[in-house]
């Protein structure tokens, strides 16, 4: 299932990337996610809905609902997590692509991997704090989320939020999101939004494209 | 652009370069190959065919789980390429409709890997006869001719041989749910065929539910006792009591409702031995009770509700039987009444808090504020699930929250709850014939017994298998049972005690299994048949537990292999044994071969006679064909019993009330006779169960209760084996995080569990959320023995009880065993790397 690489392909965009060097790219707007942590019941029918999508073999995952549990019986509590990409602002994984594989999307600024340049280094991998992209040894390439442009481009939203039997997933202008005036089923009547939950990676390294309804307990201070 | 194509389609994961290739790319050539210099600018998988380069069929689900979602498959030539779900948009309405009235009927995890169970390599392809022993699971292929000529010799032997009652009907609502091919034993393609053929027994008891069937029967003489799933919206409290609709998701939006009803200030208590994920989604107050005590436990809420004067007493004199003194019909003067019961009247013992906390494990104070709660929040929901009548005496939890149910008076009002079974929208469910050949048995036995029958035939009394009673000379006519069919079931490894079936088996001259995936209980068989699936043939499904909808299920694709429909097989085979025209009055000779047109006419016949008339549809078929999906508008929310509160409409019991005092049970004398076998109290009582936390004596060998709920990864067996939902979970125990210390269990450590009746090995989950003293390990793990007959895949049906209750529920939660770290390896079935991944996204804080 390897693939074969067009190595002199792959030799102009190296010395493009060297050439050129990293500019970062300002989006026209920022898409991204909205997960309600308390409503969500787990069910991962988005993760499903997404391997699908991606014909993906086991191994990657482009979205992970963690599950977060705590306490001390019969005093427990219990919330959910649900990450993919993130398509930051400032991207880990893009300045660390040796082919310039990895762009960022001027319209929406979705982050996405061009498959015929990754040559499977996994240097991406390492450097993305919330573990988005993921090595498929099927392909021998880096995959991940790519917030499924092809149904964004065609005015619809991705599969994980289509699937999402609770409506707590949900995608949008992140400012939009951030201030809470983007109208969503995802945020209740009296949620309020949160940048960072307990446990995540802090969002100064890279300005993820994601807000949360946290659980009490999941509040950072 | 040089990739190398995969040689093999289709596959799971189809490439959608080879895809393309093989399929022809028109349109798509402007994608291929990309220009040298260009900097990136494809997306992560080009060339890529979007959705709308590919042919759309509106399609659904179709297992056996309690709810029925919408599926569309997006397809390529012969080839399903990958499946959404509802967008609101299929029915005539705008894409992204999603109102409280017309929600969106969007499939769950389950239903979204279907695509990996249609292409999976478990797949069942081809007729396959057994050439090893018994169990040892090898086969050789066959033609069907080959198949289906011996399985009908050996039919025609076993009857004229054995007599009417020597093959077991054990179809299930496996896989094959729909109007047209369906799996069940008394609406099902088998019993009619078995029926006609003049040779079968049935299996009368419900696994899943047979506790809370005879509690709504016996109550309310229905188990129509349901409201439709948008009802819970309206809710101000409910109580989930051991419900988890987080996993078992329980109707088109069930859970959904809930999460509005508490953005309308709903509050929510769960009543459980763990602390599922829908107390935690819902924000549930946790009470934790040892398995098997809830008829105690609310009993003492009943008791709390009488000495407070809290209950509608309008509501139990108009509508109650038996409820108190003066609900007692003047026949039964002098009977026991339930207030009385409580009260301690009869036996000394008044029902207090204090005397069920000893039982349960809840605080007396816990008791008293979840029952003051309940008697003053108006509308409440007591959702009386089923888990906690999978039980010894299951049945009297069922009657026990009935009665409580109705002495609050949140029966037949919006908001409120009579469940229960919780059967709600009333479908036109069969599109078959369905006529006096329908359910036609011979003996009819508790389907947990079938076992215990075959090993001690003919040694056996009528009630040790819940003989059904009959009006004729089959009458008590003890089933001499020398064959099994399976058709949309995997029994023989979801029934009780499998180290008892497997010495059963051994002992039958025909085991006949029909499905479309090789299960566990198929390597027991004698004969696979290879079914096609729903995306094979043509169906319409229906909602199974709650929603208002049909869909449309089209063949989406040809059948695999050589695979061919239950209905094709069995009337092949009723042709064979001379019935064919009567068993399938529209087929010719050759609909094993050309089964398209005659399944077209079943359906539009039913969809023109039935649903039509009979449900005020507007639609043709044809324009029901094209949009895929029929969603109802109800009048108003389908509340059960809203006509017997409202218009005051008998209650369908013989005394036209609630009966809490049950008119049939108080009237039966020799309960011999009758189906139940053993003797069922007039009204709901606490009784102690077979093997509980509370028996001193088996506690000292066994001191643990283990349950085994539903898994949310698999619908009973079903999926098992498929690799995207190994990785969400894994099999294994849980147990509290207290007891793990106790005996240096950590998560992830392998460990047995065990009991007299079986031994199974399974990785441990330690945690807080589950009660100390309980155990949890979920049904439905395929079996896999070791030499030894030690269950590596950790089933927990080695450890179950084959002893029903009564009233024929099914004891799969009652059950006493011990755990310990073991050196035994685990077999998870699936490859250890796609499940270990589970472990790095879960449980950490």
């Known amino acids: 299932m390897a693939v074969v690489r067009d190595k002199a392909k792959l030799k102009e965009a190296i010395l493009r990337v060297k050439r050129e060097g990293y500019k970062p790219v300002v989006p026209e707007m920022q898409l991204g996610f909205i997960h309600n942590n308390v409503d969500c019941i787990g069910c991962r029918a988005c993760e499903i809905a997404c391997k699908d999508k991606n014909g993906l073999p086991p191994g990657p995952r482009f979205r992970r609902v963690q599950y977060i549990e705590g306490g001390t019986f019969p005093e427990v509590y219990a919330y959910k997590v649900n990450m993919s990409c993130n398509h930051c602002a400032e991207p880990a994984c893009l300045p660390a692509c040796p082919t310039g594989a990895i762009f960022k999307r001027r319209k929406d600024g979705i982050v996405d991997i061009d498959s015929t340049l990754c040559i499977g280094c996994r240097r991406c991998e390492a450097a993305c704090p919330f573990g988005a992209p993921q090595y498929d040894p099927e392909t021998e390439t880096v995959k991940k989320c790519n917030m499924c442009v092809d149904e964004i481009d065609a005015g619809r939203k991705p599969y994980c939020v289509m699937a999402c039997m609770m409506r707590v997933l949900d995608i949008g202008p992140i400012d939009q999101l951030r201030e809470g005036t983007y109208e969503t089923k995802a945020r209740g009547p009296h949620d309020r939004v949160v940048r960072q939950v307990k446990g995540m990676a802090d969002p100064e390294l890279t300005n993820p494209s994601i807000v949360f309804v946290p659980h009490s307990k999941g509040v950072v201070e | ?845």
């Not at chain 2, 040892?136 to 066959?142: D, L, Q």
């Not at chain 2, 029952?371 to 026990?400: C, I, V």
């Not at chain 2, 609050?408 to 479908?427: D, F, Q, S, Y």
Request: proline share 6%; hydrophobic share 40%; aromatic share 12%.
């Open chain 2, 1 to 845: 652009m040089t990739r190398v194509a995969d040689p093999v389609l289709p596959g799971l994961n189809v490439s959608r370069r080879t895809l393309l290739k093989t399929a022809g790319a028109a349109g798509m050539a402007g994608l291929v190959p990309v220009a040298r210099s260009k900097p990136a600018a494809a997306f992560a998988y080009e060339p890529y065919p979007t959705d709308d380069e590919l042919e759309t069929v509106v399609t659904s689900c179709a297992h056996n789980c309690g709810s029925r979602h919408m599926l569309v498959a997006h397809k390529k030539g012969d080839v399903i390429v990958r499946l959404s779900t509802d967008h609101g948009g299929y029915d005539g309405n705008p894409w992204g409709t999603d109102t409280e009235e017309l929600p969106q009927l969007r499939a769950c995890l389950r239903g979204r890997s279907y695509r990996a169970r249609l292409y999976s390599p478990e797949r069942l392809l081809y007729p396959m006869i057994r050439v090893g022993e018994r169990g040892e699971g090898r086969f050789k292929r066959a033609s069907w001719d080959e198949v289906l000529s011996q399985i009908a010799e050996k039919m025609v032997y076993l009857r004229n041989t054995y007599g009417p009652t020597a093959l077991l009907d054990q179809s299930y609502a496996g896989a094959s749910f729909g109007v047209l091919h369906k799996s069940d034993q008394i609406a099902g393609l088998l019993g009619r065929f078995l029926g006609m053929f003049g040779c079968r027994t049935s299996s009368w008891s419900v696994p899943s539910y047979q506790g809370t069937t005879f509690s709504s029967r016996i109550t309310f003489g229905t188990i129509e006792d349901g409201n439709e799933d948008d009802a819970f919206a309206h809710s101000k409290l409910i109580i989930m009591w051991g419900w988890n609709p987080a996993y078992t998701f329980h109707g088109g939006n069930t859970f959904y409702y809930m999460r509005l009803a508490r953005q309308r200030g709903c509050r929510f208590v769960l009543v459980d031995p763990q602390y599922t994920d829908s107390a935690a989604a819902y924000d549930a107050w946790w009470i934790p009770i040892r398995p098997n005590t809830d008829a105690a436990m609310l009993a003492a809420m009943a008791h709390y509700i009488f000495v407070n004067d809290l209950q509608d007493q309008e509501f139990i004199d108009r509508f109650c039987q038996g409820m108190d003194a003066g609900t007692m019909p003047a026949w039964a003067q002098g009977q026991e009444n339930f207030k009385d019961y409580i009260l301690g009247k009869y036996d000394g013992q008044p029902k207090t808090p204090e005397w069920a906390s000893g039982i349960c494990g809840v605080s007396a104070e816990d008791i008293r504020k979840l029952a003051h709660l309940y008697a003053t929040t108006k509308p409440a929901a007591l959702k009386a699930s089923w888990a906690p009548g999978r039980n010894a005496y299951g049945e009297q939890y069922n009657r026990m929250a009935a009665t409580l149910q109705a002495m609050t008076g949140n029966i037949g009002k919006l908001g409120g709850c009579a469940e229960g079974v919780g059967k709600a929208w009333h479908a036109e469910a069969i599109a078959y014939p369905y006529d006096q050949f329908a359910n036609i048995w011979f003996a009819s036995i508790k389907s947990d017994r079938w076992a215990h029958c075959v090993l001690n035939y003919p040694n056996v009394r009528r009630e040790e298998i819940g003989l059904w009673p009959r009006q004729d000379q089959f009458d008590g006519l003890i089933p001499n049972i020398r064959g099994i069919v399976w058709q949309g079931s995997d029994w023989f490894n979801q029934l009780t005690n499998i180290n008892k079936e497997i010495r059963a088996v051994r002992k039958l001259d025909l085991v006949v299994c029909m499905d479309s995936t090789i299960t566990p209980s198929g390597l027991w068989a004698d004969y696979l048949l290879p079914v096609a699936t729903h995306f094979e043939r043509h169906d319409v499904a229906l909602p199974w537990y709650k929603g208002h909808y049909y869909i449309h299920r089209p063949k989406v694709i040809e059948p695999l292999g050589e695979s061919k429909t239950d209905f094709q097989i069995l009337t092949e085979l009723a042709w064979r044994l001379g019935f064919g025209p009567a068993y399938n009055p529209r087929a010719s000779r050759d609909y094993f071969r050309f089964n398209d047109a005659v399944d077209e006419a079943y359906l539009r016949s039913w969809w023109e006679t039935r649903v039509v008339p009979h449900q005020g549809v507007d639609i043709s078929w044809e324009e029901f064909k094209r949009r895929g999906v029929y969603k109802f508008k109800l009048p108003r929310i389908h509340v059960a019993f809203r006509d017997q509160i409202e218009k005051g409409v008998p209650f369908p019991t013989p005394s036209g009330k609630i009966e809490i005092f049950s008119t049939v049970l108080a009237q039966t004398r020799d309960w011999t006779r009758t189906q139940y076998g053993y003797p069922i109290p007039a009204i709901p009582k606490w009784i102690e169960p077979f093997e509980w936390l509370g028996d001193r004596e088996k506690t000292r060998k066994y001191p643990f209760h283990l349950i085994s709920p539903h898994p949310r990864w698999r619908t009973h067996s079903i999926f098992n084996n498929i690799p995207w939902l190994r990785e969400t979970y894994e099999q294994e125990v849980t147990i509290n995080a207290s007891d793990a210390a106790r005996l240096g269990i950590r998560t992830g450590d392998i460990v047995e569990v065990w009991n007299d009746r079986g031994r199974v090995v399974v990785p441990a989950y330690v945690t807080e959320r589950c009660m100390p003293g309980v155990l949890v390990l979920f049904e439905g793990a395929w079996m896999d023995l070791d030499e030894n007959g030690v269950d590596r895949a950790g089933n927990p049906d080695f450890l179950t009880l084959d002893e029903p209750s009564p009233a024929g529920a099914f004891a799969y939660n009652t059950v006493l065993a011990n755990i310990r770290k073991t050196q035994l390896d685990h077999r998870p079935v699936w490859d250890k790397l796609a499940t270990a991944r589970s472990y790095l996204f879960r449980r950490d804080l």
